[in-house]
């Protein structure tokens, strides 16, 4: 465990005793908030912070970030608050340590949105202050080295989040070092197999030998030399996880991959950079399509360098950088590396430093108009993970946008109405459909046309998060205003039938009143819901009418609704979608779909289908995927109603003696209803049964899979969807067909 004196050590260079002061009464307070709290390791909780607190003294960032460092889970994890912290450290501190500390006081639905909007949170405080994602990075890269005493679902999971958003991150930052350690640690644990073979497989491969780097660094010290050029050359093996992604892009062994070692020159001007360029490629011969040249075309997040990939000594692929001192600063470092430690705005972006992150500009740009963050983190990821592409407009500007971006992503990034209106692209003066991917040094220029609007087709090829979101939102607004109109239409007609002006109700407000009573906002959502079919017509028609009328009118809804939607084995015994609550909405034709047969306890979510209601699926169902994200809608279980409800059983066993009284007896003890079944004998001597059968919710479903897979004449069961036909199911446990 680091020390506070060795942090101390390290920030001496350039803090000076006031600043080191701020960080020695940070250390004090954490080890007295965290007294007593121990880690998983068994080492005393304080050890985290402290490592934290080191890896930003390493990237020498500023007082204010290491003391974040080591504050930076009190407000999560202790009686500590954010006051508490303004009030000590000041203003700036407790901003960092706020933005850093997990929602944890608000209720989410499930885990995933509570963690999806952590992340939003997190990006936000990022864009007022860039230290947030510092001291973040720092935590999550302690987290993952630390990561072996989680439970192994646990280190799966971590390890994907920070695979997907924090490695990613990094990059995007310019962090090079934090950036391959965390995908090297990721890569640890979600592949642990092929990890452990590709350590031994790097380890042995003839060209990581320390003969062959020597080799290579004389022969370029001998070219050097004579030029009067002076420079700095190191030689090291990339990373576990570049290796391995290169080996699976390109189908290689790890005995075909010849470059495992990259080679960097570092000189001193960028005259130099461009005479070595000339010098390597007139020694070894250059790999065709292998040269980048990042110093006239830096990338997003400031990297400049000069690649080139050379057949050098013995026939070796060998990889070379060239760049200088500045550059290779900036490539280790990235933005902490551009770091004014004396401004008096520490930590903000200045206007050059948005020019530089325009990424992150424009997740401020279209994050503004999604509520869903589940939907923000999904699009961030997407955003994050591309690599770039830079195009030029026929003025000569260079755009830089995601690998296999299009015209449309183009459009959108010059402006919101030239997206919208886009009817066309020229790509190096020729006509293109608009899904034609862009590629580096296209010209395009974009043909606009006042008639033209979005269409849910460009959803299949656009690649930016801001031209998806401005799709979606154009699409749902589309959507919107025809739903009003078809649901003013609907109440009309329906109104006509029992008596009820409908214009007299918006103008005299009763419709408003009861949009309030129902918690929607004005006429328009009631509108909108009759158009979507959330609510009938004849229900907001029945409230609208007399007392008794009204009395009359549900009576007879409720008929219809019975008529309309008669019991199957989509629901519970009673009512189909009994037991399930929609957010804001009331009295909704409500079914549960037979491809999934979601139970209480599962996480749910809506469908609004056309003309059946709302039809409700498990979180995870297959089928989910391919439905319409804008008519999703959040669904929950409405209290502990004791009623069965349907789920299918998929058992393999040996075929013994007495395996289906076993079976039989545990499903008795356990209260568990058979309500049909299915048996077939297999060759090779097991059996496979099919139950379809009702439990009253998924903890009572799971208890009773966990004691049948106990049974030693039981070799496997699994949750299996309740099909009509029993036998069809037999040998499989794939979900059947969905429902929509």
């Given at each position: 465990?680091?020390?506070?004196?060795?942090i101390l050590d390290k920030t001496s260079a350039y803090l000076n005793e006031q600043e080191q002061a701020i960080i020695t009464k940070a250390y004090v307070f954490s080890a007295a908030a965290h007294a007593g709290q121990v880690r998983l390791s068994g080492e005393p909780y304080l050890s985290h912070p402290l490592e934290a607190a080191g890896i930003l003294a390493d990237m020498r960032l500023d007082a204010a970030s290491i003391a974040s460092g080591l504050l930076h889970d009190t407000v999560e994890d202790t009686k500590a608050t954010v006051d508490e912290i303004e009030e000590l450290f000041g203003e700036e501190v407790a901003d960092i340590v706020d933005g850093v500390t997990k929602i944890s006081l608000i209720p989410f639905e499930t885990k995933e949105e509570a963690q999806a909007e952590n992340i939003r949170k997190m990006i936000l405080a990022m864009a007022e202050d860039i230290r947030v994602v510092l001291v973040k990075l720092a935590d999550r890269l302690h987290n993952m080295r630390t990561l072996e005493f989680q439970k192994p679902h646990k280190q799966a999971l971590i390890a994907q989040e920070t695979m997907d958003i924090y490695a990613p991150l990094a990059n995007r930052l310019g962090l090079h070092r934090i950036k391959t350690e965390l995908e090297d640690w990721s890569f640890r644990y979600l592949k642990p197999d092929i990890y452990a073979q590709l350590v031994e497989g790097v380890a042995t491969h003839h060209t990581v030998d320390e003969t062959f780097i020597e080799r290579v660094i004389g022969h370029l010290n001998e070219l050097l030399g004579p030029n009067n050029i002076k420079a700095r050359i190191v030689g090291r093996r990339k990373h576990l996880w570049s290796v391995h992604n290169k080996m699976r892009v390109q189908g290689l062994t790890i005995d075909q991959v010849h470059d495992l070692v990259a080679f960097r020159v570092i000189v001193e001007t960028i005259r130099e950079c461009y005479h070595v360029l000339g010098l390597v490629h007139s020694l070894w011969k250059p790999v065709p399509g292998r040269f980048k040249d990042y110093i006239s075309m830096p990338k997003a997040n400031m990297y400049q360098s000069l690649h080139t990939t050379v057949v050098g000594p013995g026939g070796e692929r060998i990889e070379i950088q060239i760049r200088t001192e500045e550059m290779h600063r900036l490539a280790e470092e990235g933005v902490a590396a551009h770091w004014k430690y004396k401004e008096r705005e520490r930590g903000k972006f200045n206007p050059k430093d948005v020019e530089r992150?325009?990424?992150?500009?424009?997740?401020?740009?279209?994050?503004?108009e999604l509520k869903d963050s589940r939907e923000f983190v999904t699009n961030l990821r997407f955003d994050l993970f591309q690599d770039e592409v830079y195009v030029f407009t026929p003025k000569g500007d260079v755009k830089e946008l995601p690998e296999g971006a299009t015209a449309v992503d183009l459009a959108f990034l010059i402006h919101t109405a030239v997206g919208e209106h886009c009817a066309g692209a020229k790509v190096n003066g020729k006509l293109v459909p608009l899904e034609t991917p862009l590629k580096n040094g296209d010209t395009v220029e974009i043909i606009t046309d006042k008639n033209r609007r979005p269409n849910r087709d460009w959803l299949k090829f656009v690649k930016t998060a801001k031209a998806r979101t401005r799709v979606k939102h154009f699409i749902r607004t589309e959507e919107r205003e025809r739903s009003i109109v078809l649901g003013r239409e609907m109440l009309e007609k329906q109104g006509r039938k029992d008596g009820v002006n409908i214009n007299k109700a918006i103008k005299d407000g009763s419709?408003?009143?009861?949009?309030?009573?129902?918690?929607?906002?004005g006429v328009d959502d009631i509108l909108s819901a009759v158009g979507y079919s959330r609510i009938t017509p004849k229900k907001i028609i029945g409230r609208l009418m007399p007392k008794r009328e009204g009395e009359e009118a549900?009576?007879?809804?409720?008929?219809?609704?019975?008529?309309a939607a008669p019991e199957t084995g989509a629901g519970p015994k009673g009512k189909p979608g009994e037991g399930v609550r929609i957010q804001g909405v009331d009295n909704v034709l409500v079914r549960l779909a037979q491809c999934c047969n979601p139970v209480p306890g599962d996480a749910i979510v809506g469908y609004i289908s056309r003309g059946r209601g709302v039809v409700v699926h498990t979180h995870d169902c297959p089928n989910v995927r391919n439905l319409e994200s804008e008519r999703l809608m959040q669904v929950n279980w409405e209290g502990e109603k004791e009623q069965p409800y349907p789920a299918g059983l998929s058992i393999l066993a040996k075929n013994q003696k007495g395996v289906l009284?076993?079976?039989?007896?545990?499903?008795?003890?356990?209260?568990?209803?058979i309500d049909s079944g299915a048996i077939h004998s297999n060759v090779d001597g097991t059996t496979a049964l099919v139950f379809r059968i009702e439990v009253r919710d998924a903890s009572h479903l799971y208890r009773t899979i966990e004691r049948l897979r106990k049974l030693d004449s039981v070799i496997d069961v699994k949750r299996q969807a309740v099909n009509d036909d029993l036998g069809s199911s037999l040998g499989t446990a794939e979900p059947g067909a969905g429902e929509a």
């Open positions: 465990m680091i020390r506070i004196n060795e992150f325009q990424w992150l500009r424009q997740i401020m740009d279209w994050q503004r419709l408003l009143a009861l949009a309030h009573d129902m918690s929607l906002v549900e009576a007879a809804q409720a008929k219809a609704e019975a008529h009284g076993k079976i039989s007896n545990i499903l008795a003890d356990e209260g568990v209803n």
